[in-house]
Each structure stands twice: as structure tokens, then as C-alpha cells.
């Protein structure tokens, strides 16, 4: 085992996909002389060269675009969104094109491209850089939807994403790329769509994905020093989703919890309590309650950031609501 | 002749050019019966859609190609095995002249499971990869940057193929047009755009949509070739459209092509067109490369009112056998509305 930081394990899996295969290259702002906004694809430019690591003008309708239309013709882009807030402007892209394509073409053509760069909130980046896209992407069929949290999941998951035929969105976190983890030094795949329980417990299910893992489980250490033993799930593929893992642990505690980075209105967490509420209504002991953004934009100054985001004391909070402790 | 960058404004684009009468417009008597007789398929093939249309046997949207026929044969006979060719949603004639048969062409219309993508995509979404027809785009012009993906692919791999971008003047002033056409600019991709320019944007005159008049003027911002011309023959589209595919296969340059031709019907079939007068449209039936190939097959080669009627009777014949496949063929299987949204991996 390696102990590296998510950021460099995004680039060995990126490094390692394109060794192994000559169609997969990536596009993106910043990505090739810059070495990465955020350093993810550090050295790759020195080491695949021009033709395979490429960088854009700001212009991310169009390299969206031409990424589908490459791998309409069978090669396997990489897209980098320096910021999947920048992806509102190829959201078109996304929807029409990448998702629908193949569907359009009653399976003519497939698009296999991986969609990649930060998500949600960082700190004081002020409203239109601070926005989680799941619930956009996570809506629409024909999209794959995963979102990170560990350097062992970023790598194996990265690498399953790059070899899928389908158009992967692949959500990472801004404020993550420097968590180091354990990851094996021998190659490694995540199957696509199995949630992973981060922290096994008997007496409530926080449900949880990407940035709002570390949250979680920091609620899950000061809800056991009361007593309470929580089970922290983390999805990692949105969609599909491993409805299954969540119901199963539903079913043993009887209490569940969503907490992640988004906002509460028509989210990915509305997604969740509806598959418990109808395949688990009778195993619920209590309301499921959700842990996230205030519904407001995101504001810039730190303490009323700090109100809108989803913390560990709000997360015991609901923790403690629905397991009846006060 | 292909321009570089910077040149000369060419014809207005609201008054048709005449043409002239001389043969160079026209090919020999074998190119002009064959031509005409592909412009002719694709016409009944929309008068016969246009007609289900109106018996309620297709819904939707269904925006006619009729007028713009000979810019479709011309490409026809342009395409490479490697070429492919990305269009709009107004795609009937391309699918016609590549050979797609019409049979599948009229079922997709139907929404039929024999149509040319099964009945899942209608008039806006034609796809027939093996007939190099690449989409079929409604969304207006996000299919311009898709485009550029299939060039970048072909240079990527050291390939020869070329790829043929048709879009609309009405796409010219939209984004994603600009984007696609920057990265094309930028990485000198073997791709030629031609912005097919029927004068309206829906019901929009090209003077209240598009600050130039001359599209190609745009060229010079992404540093690509540009040609302009009105399509009045087969003969000189396919000329001046295969030099712009030459520039783009050996040179890798991108080409932006500016076709101005005319719509004799609506933008699509709920559009009785009354934001232009009849004489407008009758100048421009004038020019009609489809009459006057008509009238050069009389004038040039001696070709009978009977032999033109007999053409017309098979290719009508052709696009009844159309219509009868598509109303007979089934509907799509209920399971089918789960297929092919992801592939299993």
C-alpha cells in the first residue's frame, strides 16, 4: 500500500489508463503546460506529450462537444471541467448529446467518455462557484453519475469509469485533492454502481457521497461518544444507484440520515428517502431526515458560508432527532 | 475557387443569381439523368411524407429539404469510405441521396420498429452510421463542436477520413457554432462546414438574424479556408464542395462553406410561410437545380417528355412502396423504450 493524495491518485489512474490504452487522452483547460489547476494531471503532459494530453480554450461547450464527437468514432476522452460550475455552460453537451446519443442512434454509436473535475463547495467561492451538479446529471438517463471521496476509491472508480461505454460524470471535491489514502500498488478496478460502507454501526444509516463523507463520519464519531452506533454508507455511484446497500442497512437500523454538499430541493438525498420510503416504509422507526446546503445561494463571507453548509454538529443533530435523543 | 480568409462579398443573398444557361452548369447527359433522377427520389419522398404528414400518420415536427435537394446528390458523390457527414434536423434528403433505404426512412417517420433508428428518433434524429449519415441534431448547433470531435478522431489516428458539417444559417449566430468552429480553427481539423443558407432563420430573414451578410466573412476568426455560392447545379456544388474536401483531407484545413439556396416550403409543416411573397418565391423557382436539370435533359440531351414522365413514374412507384412498407410494418415492441439508454458494459 501507497499512502498518496486523491489528486495524484485521479493522475495515476489517468496515467495508467492512457499506458494501457492508446485511445484514452485528455482535454481540458489548464490540463497539459499547466500540469492542472489543481495539479490532477500532474506530468502527464511530459510524459503522453501534445497529441494526448490537450489543452482547450476556455471553450467548454466546444471541447465537451468534441470529446462526444471523439468518442462517437471509438477513442476514450477525458474531460476535465476545471469546476463542474463550468460545465453549466456545456450542460447542453452533457444532456443532448453524450446522454442521449446513443439512445437517439437505437445503439448505432456509444459515447465513452468520462466527464471529471471538482464539485460542490470549496471555501469563500462566492455563489456561482460553489454549487453541487449531481441532482442536473444524477436526473437524466443515459449518464453515469460517481462521486468520490477516498484516493482508493478516486483511482479504482477513475479507472472503471474510463473503460466503461457509457458518458461517466465523475465528481471529485476541491477541498479533498490533498486527503492522502491507502491505495494497493498493484491494479485495482471498482465495479461501477456498489455503495461502500465507510463506517459499519447497528443503530442508524447516514447515507452520504463525496464531500459529505468526511462530515459523516465526523458525525458518526461524536453521535458514538453518546452511545449512538452509526453505519456511514457512501453511495459512490449516484447513478445507478446501489439502492439495495442503503435499504439493507435501513432495514437493520431502522433510522437513516442523508447528509451531503447540495442543496435540499429535488436533490440526489430526495432520490434516496424516496426508494426508502418505498421499499423500507415499514422497517422505519422515524422520519428520514436530511443534512445539507441551506436552501440560499451560496454567500461568500466565511461565517455565513459556515451557516449554509452541512456540518458534524448538524449532522449529530439529526442523528440524535431520529434515534430520539435529545 | 476556395478563397483564403480575407475577399470580396460575392451575390446578395436575398435575390437568386440567374444562372446561365451554358453547359459548363451541367454534366454529361448520363450525370444529368442521374442527378436528376436523385433529386426527384428525394422530392416525392417529402411530397409523400408531407402527404402522410397531413393524413395524421406522422407527427411531430417534419422540416422539408424540397429546393435544396442538389446540395445532397453533390455530397453523395463526394464521400470517401472514411467521410462523415453530420447534418441538422433537416436530414431526409442526405439519408435519400446516401442510399438509406426510404422504406426506413418513411417507418422512422411513421415511428415504426423498421425505422432507420426504430422508430426512437423521428424526422429530427436521422442516424444510419453505414450509410455515412453521423445525425440528425435538433438542438441548434450543438452538433457543430460533435462535429470536430469526428475530425479531431480521424487526425488522432493518422486517418484520411473527412468530416462534412452541414448547419443552417439560423445556427450561425448560437455558441456552440463558435466553439466548434474555435477548436477546429485552433487544432486545423480535416472538417468542412457548410452553412446551408435557405434565407431564414424559421421566419427570420437573414437581415434581422446575422450582423453580415456574408457568413464566410466569419472564416477569418478561426483561420479557415471560405467559399460562397448560390446552388443553382449539381454540377458546379459538387466542383466547388470537393475542392473545399480536398483542402480539408490533404491540408487538414478547416473550410467554411456558405451554400445559398431556398426552401420552397414552410420551416417545417406548421409554417405556411407568410413572411415571403409569392414573387419571391417564384424567382427562386427559377433556379430550382432540380428544374433546370429537368430542362437541360430536354434542351442538352434530347430527353422526351415520355422518358422524363417514366422516371418520374418509378420514383414515384419507389416512394409509394415507401409509404405501403412503413404503414405496414409494426409498431416498436413496448421493451423497446428501455433499450439502448446504456450500454452494459
Not at chain 1, 477513475?158 to 500498488?185: C, H, Q, T, W
Request: glycine share 8%.
Amino acid at each position: 500500500m501507497a499512502l498518496i493524495q486523491i489528486r495524484h491518485a485521479i493522475r495515476d489512474a489517468i496515467a495508467e489508463e492512457m499506458a494501457r490504452d492508446e485511445r484514452v487522452f485528455l482535454m481540458g483547460e489548464e490540463v497539459g503546460h499547466y500540469n492542472g489547476a489543481y495539479k490532477c494531471s500532474e506530468g502527464l503532459l511530459e510524459r503522453f506529450g501534445e497529441r494526448r494530453v490537450l489543452d482547450t480554450p476556455i471553450a467548454e461547450t466546444g471541447f465537451a462537444g468534441v470529446g462526444i464527437g471523439a468518442a462517437m468514432c471509438g477513442l476514450r476522452p477525458i474531460v476535465e471541467f476545471m469546476t463542474f460550475n463550468f460545465s453549466a455552460v456545456a450542460f447542453d453537451q452533457i444532456l443532448n448529446n453524450a446522454a442521449k446519443i446513443r439512445h437517439m442512434t437505437n445503439g448505432q454509436f456509444s459515447v465513452p467518455i468520462v466527464f471529471r473535475g471538482p464539485n460542490a463547495a470549496a471555501h469563500m467561492l462566492g455563489s456561482t462557484h460553489s454549487q453541487a451538479f449531481e441532482p442536473f446529471y444524477a436526473h437524466v438517463p443515459g449518464l453515469i453519475v460517481i462521486a468520490v471521496a477516498t484516493a482508493y476509491d478516486a483511482k479504482g472508480l477513475l479507472k472503471s469509469a474510463i473503460r466503461d461505454e457509457n458518458p461517466v460524470v465523475f465528481l471529485e471535491s476541491e477541498l479533498m485533492y490533498s486527503v492522502k489514502g491507502e491505495v494497493p500498488e498493484e491494479e485495482y478496478l471498482i465495479p461501477i454502481g456498489k455503495a461502500d460502507i465507510k463506517r459499519p454501526g447497528k443503530d442508524v444509516t447516514v447515507i452520504t457521497w463525496g464531500q459529505g463523507v468526511p462530515v459523516a463520519l465526523r458525525s458518526a464519531e461524536l453521535a458514538a461518544a453518546e452511545g449512538i452506533d452509526a453505519e456511514v454508507i457512501d453511495l459512490r455511484t449516484l447513478r445507478p444507484m446501489d439502492t439495495e446497500a442503503v435499504l439493507t442497512s435501513v432495514r437493520k437500523t431502522n433510522r437513516a440520515v442523508v447528509l451531503f454538499h447540495g442543496w435540499p430541493y429535488g436533490g440526489v438525498g430526495c432520490e434516496v428517502i424516496a426508494q426508502i420510503q418505498e421499499q423500507a416504509f415499514d422497517d422505519l422507526d422515524a422520519p428520514v431526515l436530511r443534512v445539507c446546503y441551506e436552501d440560499v445561494p451560496m454567500p461568500y463571507a466565511e461565517n455565513l458560508e459556515n451557516l449554509v453548509l452541512p456540518t458534524a454538529e448538524r449532522g449529530l443533530a439529526a442523528i440524535r432527532a431520529v434515534t430520539y435523543r435529545r | 475557387m476556395v478563397l483564403p480568409c480575407a475577399g470580396p462579398m460575392t451575390s446578395h443573398a436575398s435575390e437568386p443569381v440567374a444562372p446561365g444557361d451554358d453547359n459548363a452548369h451541367f454534366g454529361s447527359k448520363e450525370d444529368n439523368l442521374r442527378w436528376y433522377r436523385e433529386m426527384l427520389r428525394i422530392r416525392r419522398f417529402e411530397e409523400s411524407a408531407a402527404q402522410a404528414y397531413t393524413r395524421g400518420k406522422i407527427s411531430g415536427f417534419l422540416h422539408l429539404y424540397i429546393g435544396q435537394e442538389a446540395i445532397a446528390v453533390a455530397t453523395k458523390e463526394l464521400l470517401q469510405p472514411h467521410d462523415q457527414v453530420v447534418a441538422a434536423y433537416r436530414t431526409h434528403g442526405f439519408a435519400i441521396a446516401f442510399g438509406s433505404a426510404p422504406g426506413a426512412c418513411m417507418a422512422e417517420l411513421y415511428g415504426k420498429a423498421t425505422g432507420l433508428v426504430g422508430g426512437i428518433g423521428g424526422s429530427m434524429h436521422f442516424f444510419d452510421r453505414k450509410h455515412q449519415l453521423w445525425g440528425g441534431y435538433a438542438i441548434v448547433g450543438n452538433h457543430v463542436p460533435v462535429a470536430a470531435g469526428h475530425a479531431f478522431a480521424a487526425k488522432y489516428r493518422g486517418e484520411s477520413g473527412v468530416t462534412l458539417c452541414f448547419l443552417g444559417d439560423g445556427a450561425v449566430a448560437i455558441g456552440p457554432t463558435h466553439e466548434g468552429w474555435t477548436l477546429a480553427g485552433l487544432w486545423k481539423l480535416p472538417i468542412v462546414y457548410v452553412v446551408e443558407n435557405n434565407l431564414y432563420s424559421m421566419g427570420t430573414p437573414l437581415s434581422r438574424s446575422i450582423p453580415v451578410e456574408d457568413i464566410t466573412l466569419k472564416a477569418a476568426g478561426y483561420n479557415m479556408a471560405r467559399e460562397r455560392f448560390q446552388v443553382t447545379s449539381v454540377a458546379e456544388t459538387k466542383a466547388r464542395l470537393g475542392e473545399a474536401m480536398r483542402l480539408a483531407r490533404e491540408e487538414s484545413r478547416p473550410v467554411l462553406v456558405e451554400l445559398i439556396t431556398y426552401r420552397f416550403r414552410g420551416h417545417s409543416m406548421s409554417d405556411p410561410g407568410k413572411y415571403r411573397d409569392k414573387d419571391e418565391v417564384e424567382a427562386w423557382r427559377r433556379s430550382d437545380p432540380m428544374e433546370r436539370t429537368m430542362q437541360a435533359l430536354r434542351r442538352l440531351h434530347g430527353i422526351s417528355e415520355e422518358e422524363l414522365e417514366a422516371i418520374d413514374e418509378e420514383v414515384i412507384a419507389e416512394m409509394d412502396e415507401a409509404v405501403r412498407f412503413a404503414e405496414e410494418s409494426p409498431a416498436p415492441a413496448p421493451e423497446a423504450r428501455f433499450h439502448n439508454i446504456l450500454a452494459e458494459s
